[in-house]
Every structure is written in C-alpha cells, then in structure tokens.
C-alpha cells in the first residue's frame, strides 16, 4: 500500500501542503517499508487551469491508493474517485503528523470535494 501526501518539502518533516492540486510535491509513502518517493508537482503549481486533475492522474501514475491532503475540489475529487484513491482531508501541520493520524485510524475517507473549483 502508498499513501500519498502533499507536501512543500522532500521530507516526512515537511509541512503538508493545504492544496491537493497545487501542491509543490507529493510525497509517496510506503507505511509497511518506510520507503519514500518524492514526486515533483511543479507543473501545476501556476497552471491557469486542470491542475487538480493532472494532478490526480500523477498520484495516480504513483501507484497510491489514497491521497491525504489539507483541501480537495470537485474536479479534483471526482478524477481520484474515477481512479479509485481514497482522499482523506487533515489539518496536520506536516507529513508526519498526517501519517501518524493516517496509522492511527483517525482519519475518514472523505465523500466529497471541501473546496470550490480554483481555491488557493
């Protein structure tokens, strides 16, 4: 299993990133490993549109099974659904705090988009 999370650095002790699609990276966790890949998003950080869903077709590519991030919108939402990601939404302050609150079942998958089209 991969967990994705958004991140602003390469580290478990970066700050996770509020936004899904404009994240600057993503970082791919295996929590059974410990393994950890750091995926440049860099693209979509200033796109003027479509960043969610490219966005989502990258964790996709990843292999992740699920996407924990501070806020997703609904094209966004509905791309990692279609792919069959789970998102869990979280105000951890970094990526470690996330996965320990992912580890500890603290987290709900959520069921829908909790952001508009375009939030920054």
């Not at 478990?12 to 890949?37: H, M, Q, T, Y």
């Not at 869990?88 to 992912?102: I, K």
């Amino acid at each position: 299993m991969k967990i994705a999370f958004t991140a602003s650095g390469e580290t478990l002790d970066a700050p996770l990133d509020d936004r899904f699609g404009r994240a600057p990276k993503f970082l791919i966790v295996d929590p059974e490993s410990g393994a950890l890949e750091v995926i440049d998003n860099l693209q979509n950080m200033n796109a003027p549109q479509g960043a969610g869903v490219q966005s989502a077709e990258t964790v996709a590519r990843s292999g992740a099974s699920c996407i924990v991030t501070g806020h997703c919108g609904p094209k966004a939402f509905r791309a990692l659904s279609a792919a069959g990601i789970k998102i869990y939404n979280t105000d951890a302050t970094t990526v470690a705090e996330a996965l320990d609150r992912f580890r500890s079942g603290t987290l709900v998958p959520a069921v829908s988009a909790d952001v508009e089209s375009h939030w920054m």
